[in-house]
């Protein structure tokens, strides 16, 4: 199952890049939040009615929630039209990773913060003609967006009921988005090609890998889905390569590595029954 949702949300990512020509990243962004929260919003006021609803107080809650979600979706659109997909999940995955390790007070995490940090300096390393640097610091953006999306979920998630929260985060963060989609590439985004690929995207990388997601928590211990959660940089780099033909040097594989052993060694070394930071980055993940 969680290979599924990875596999899902890479192919979700890889598809999007088809899209970079006809309507560049920020159109390609819009159109997958615009067509995910056209899809989960109904779907939520049908099955929720007025429980459904934002209250005052967390107004302000969903506003944040939403408009990280855009900012991070649109940072990694940018990043991997410039650099290849393995390489942008990669520098991104360090963000939420660095998060669950500066959160915990367990002396062995610096070891993996070191390992994760070595390994985002190794793909530093390789910038120049093959790594662009844009590229490389939209992913890092992307990942520093994602770290503050864990946190603002978590708020969310206090204030909303079942998924009532993400729904109303799409709505916002594609309100948000939709002004940039429209400023770079306009009627092209109503094309049918767009929006088929589009609404694809939307499911690929959004509602598919999210439902899984839910699912896998509820019989595997975070724990062990943070562990699971460490291949997806592989998954990134293998749907790179084959759907694009985007091919890694021996460089980015240690990197890689590295970036995913830390992960995978911060979830084993845990003892609480999980990182609680880890946990929700799988409950968000497609997000």
């Not at 302000?60 to 979600?69: I, K, N």
């Not at 995490?109 to 939209?138: E, K, M, N, Q, Y």
């Not at 799409?170 to 400023?183: R, Y």
């Not at 690929?197 to 899984?212: H, N, Q």
């Amino acid at each position: 199952m969680v290979a599924t949702a990875m596999l899902s949300v890479q192919i979700g990512a890889a598809l999007a890049t088809k899209l970079f020509s006809t309507v560049g990243p920020q159109g390609a962004v819009t159109l997958r939040l615009v067509l995910a929260a056209a899809a989960m919003l109904p779907l939520t006021l049908l099955a929720r009615g007025a429980k459904a609803f934002p209250r005052r107080g967390s107004l302000g809650v969903v506003v944040l929630f939403g408009l990280d979600l855009a900012a991070m979706n649109l940072s990694f659109y940018e990043a991997i039209a410039r650099i290849p997909l393995g390489v942008a999940v990669t520098v991104e995955f360090s963000g939420p990773l660095c998060l669950s390790l500066v959160t915990s007070r367990r002396r062995r995490d610096v070891v993996w913060a070191c390992t994760a940090g070595g390994g985002v300096a190794l793909l530093g390393s390789a910038i120049g003609p093959r790594l662009h640097l844009d590229g490389v610091a939209f992913a890092a953006l992307a990942g520093v967006f994602w770290a503050g999306y864990i946190l603002a979920s978590k708020k969310a998630g206090k204030s909303f009921s079942s998924l009532d929260g993400l729904s109303w985060g799409l709505a916002v963060a594609a309100v948000a988005i939709t002004p940039f989609g429209l400023a770079s590439k306009g009627a092209a985004l109503l094309s049918g090609r767009a929006l088929g690929l589009g609404a694809a995207v939307a499911a690929l990388s959004s509602v598919i890998p999210y439902s899984i997601d839910l699912l896998t928590l509820r019989i595997v211990t975070p724990r062990h889905f943070g562990v699971m959660l460490s291949l997806g940089p592989a998954f990134g780099a293998v749907a790179g390569m084959v759907l694009l033909g985007q091919g890694l040097d021996v460089r980015e594989w240690i990197a890689l590595g590295m970036v995913a052993g830390a992960n995978a060694g911060s979830s084993v070394s845990s003892p609480r029954d999980g990182s609680e930071e880890m946990a929700q980055v799988g409950r968000e993940l497609a997000a």
